[in-house]
């Protein structure tokens, strides 16, 4: 399976001015968020761990463009301990 990431030109003050959107494999659904050209870059490469590249990203939205599901559907396949 390849793994589609859409990006897109944006203008943010926050200095995020790519806006990446990935498909969950599971639902489907469309997921779109905000990062730093130069981090991504630095993604694509394997430069680093996604953590310390997008620490301004949610778990959620790393996990999706790590592993492809969104933050529901782990969540369905991986409950949290209690």
Same mark, same amino acid.
């Given at each position: 399976?390849?793994?589609?990431?859409?990006? /897109? /030109?944006?203008?943010?003050?926050?200095?995020?001015?790519?806006?990446?959107?990935?498909?969950?494999?599971?639902?489907?659904?469309?997921?779109?968020?905000?990062?730093?050209?130069?981090?991504?870059?630095?993604?694509?490469?394997?430069?680093?761990?996604?953590?310390?590249?997008?620490?301004?990203?949610?778990?959620?939205?790393? /996990?999706?463009?790590?592993?492809?599901?969104?933050?529901?559907?782990?969540?369905?396949?991986?409950?949290?301990? /209690?």
């Amino acid at each position: 399976m390849t793994t589609t990431i859409h990006t /897109e /030109e944006a203008v943010r003050e926050d200095g995020r001015t790519l806006r990446l959107t990935r498909r969950c494999d599971w639902c489907r659904g469309d997921v779109s968020m905000f990062v730093q050209p130069g981090d991504f870059e630095k993604f694509l490469a394997g430069y680093s761990y996604i953590q310390n590249l997008f620490p301004y990203l949610t778990a959620d939205e790393r /996990e999706l463009l790590l592993n492809g599901f969104c933050g529901p559907c782990f969540d369905a396949f991986c409950p949290p301990d /209690e």
